[in-house]
């Protein structure tokens, strides 16, 4: 995921876009726990999803709340 498929998106996307990765990331944590996990990789990757989705989401509530 990019940052500038991000800055397109609402406060309400973001939101939802980050409980989506939450919700892949805890499966895969499952996986991994039950040895089934192939791709641990995507671990990383996820988590910088996250990461980027959480900082889209407080940079648009610094905006609002400056204006």
């Given at each position: 995921m990019k940052t500038s498929e991000l800055k397109d998106?609402?406060?309400v996307e973001l939101a939802a876009k980050g409980r989506d990765l939450r919700q892949e990331l805890f499966n895969l944590k499952l996986?991994?726990?039950s040895a089934q996990l192939e791709k641990t990789s995507r671990l990383?990757?996820?988590k910088k999803d996250i990461a980027r989705v959480e900082t889209?989401?407080?940079t648009l509530r610094n905006q609002k709340a400056a204006a």
């Open positions: 998106m609402t406060l996986q991994q726990v990383r990757t996820l889209a989401m407080s």
